[in-house]
């Protein structure tokens, strides 16, 4: 069902995606928080044991050929984002109802990518399209920032957990 096409903006398309992905964490046992306010880096909170982690969520609808189309750029445009803004992407393709959990090391490091295809309908080659060894990648909710950061830094090698 296309229960997302009757958001008005993509504000409140965004507020819902964050609910969706705030859902999913909670029913794998984590603690989710959010932020009061627009102020931070971040859209979501994290915790498991001694562990927090910073999350940003993004969305995307837009099909390119054979995948989506995702911007990692702040809905003002005007500035980019940090590495040292957040720890995690959250980005959700609506129409396929699949979610890659993406360390921000690997896409702000040093490529800083602002955009890139995800493809949840092509069978899964993780070997050919880059970004989908991240397609459902829920434990590494429980990483710690620092175990993130070193596995973006390490060239690929099968498994990403």
Known sequence: M??????KSLKQRGEWVELRFMACAAERGF???KPWGEMRPYD???EYDQNFLRVQVKSTTFRAGTGYLLHFKPNDRI?????DDFDLFAAYVVPADAWYI???????GDAHTTAFMLH???PRKRDRYCYEAYKEAWPLLY???RALAERA?????????
């Open 44 to 46: 979501v909170g994290i």
């Open 79 to 83: 500035r980019t984002y940090a590495v």
């Open 102 to 108: 993406i360390p921000s090391a690997l896409v702000l």
């Open 2 to 7: 296309d229960h997302w096409k009757k958001f």
């Open 153 to 161: 830094r390490q060239p690929r090698r099968g498994g990403i957990y």
């Open 120 to 122: 949840p309908v092509v």
């Open 31 to 33: 603690y989710v928080l």
């Open 143 to 145: 990483k710690s920032r």
